[in-house]
């Protein structure tokens, strides 16, 4: 599978970021052309079922691994750092944690490698009764997308799926697949397998993705973990307090690995 991706910055060490759920490469557009293109090569990917990226009826984080791993060879990198958010942070990981020749170093944003409860099936379910073509225009769909979620923010991360052809609206993730495959998603991560390269997990002040009794579980995998809290943001970290977190994984990128 050929992943479809934005390239931001200079020739320098390679810098993939992995979106969450329902996301898609254009979350992290500003941050990668504002501050991380002046430290790494930057390639905002779309995952499998998201974005630009080939829709396919499989999507479990062993697939979405290979499809990092098949990436990075097809590009010919080097010294790669993962950085994932939510169910990207958990692709990162995975991809670590199978793959640990081809990660350099690991960044993880607000998510455990544990089992998480089915936070979204109501947006999901949500979205599924709306037909996008049988509307003219986005605020139609956003005042029907209303009637089950009052968040406005929420709302405009969600039409940021939308696409329009010329002729009709449609949906840019693959969301049958996502939908069958929710389970997958929200599943724990092997524990029989470590990844021993520097890891840095960011997480919000004002999130439960990432709880204090998390740290054991996240250094049976990844036992040279650090962990960072921002004050002051939720789980879309990147959006809430975007110059604090872009210091703290400059900072980890920025910082020289020490040989054991």
């Known amino acids: 599978m050929e992943l479809f991706y934005n390239k931001y910055g200079r020739e320098a060490p390679p810098l993939i970021i992995l979106h969450g ?4 490469n254009g979350n992290w557009h500003t941050l990668s052309r504002t501050r991380f293109q002046d430290v790494a090569t930057v390639y905002a990917v779309d995952q499998r079922n998201h974005g630009r990226s080939p829709h396919t009826d499989r999507m479990d984080y062993r697939s979405m691994a290979t499809d990092v791993r098949d990436f ?17 942070g958990k692709t990162a990981m995975q991809t670590a944690l199978a793959y640990p020749d081809l990660v350099d170093r690991l960044i993880v944003v607000d998510m455990a490698p544990r089992a998480y ?8 379910d949500a979205l599924a009764r709306i037909n996008p073509s049988e509307y003219d225009d986005r ?6 997308l209303a009637e089950d979620v009052s968040s406005w923010a929420v709302r405009q991360f969600l039409l940021k799926n939308l696409k329009y052809d010329g002729d009709q609206y449609e949906w ?26 520097p890891v840095l997990f960011i997480r919000g002040e004002n999130s439960e993705y990432v709880r204090d009794n998390d740290r054991s579980t996240i ?42």
């Not at 409860?117 to 999901?124: A, E, F, I, Q, T």
């Not at 605020?139 to 029907?144: G, K, S, W, Y």
């Not at 975007?242 to 900072?251: G, K, L, M």
């Open 21 to 24: 759920l329902l996301g898609a």
């Open 72 to 88: 990075v060879q097809q590009h010919d990198l080097e010294s790669v750092t993962l950085l994932g958010h939510s169910m990207g």
């Open 117 to 124: 409860s089915p936070k979204h099936g109501d947006l999901l």
């Open 139 to 144: 605020d139609e769909i956003d005042a029907v």
């Open 172 to 197: 840019t993730m693959n969301l049958e697949a996502i939908r069958a495959n929710y389970d997958e998603i929200n599943a724990e991560l092997p524990s029989d397998q470590t990844f021993e390269g």
């Open 219 to 260: 250094r049976e995998r990844f036992p040279t973990a650090d962990i960072v809290t921002i004050e002051g943001a939720g789980h879309w970290v990147h959006a809430d307090a975007p110059e604090a977190f872009a210091d703290v994984v400059i900072d980890f990128l920025n910082t020289e690995q020490v040989e054991s």
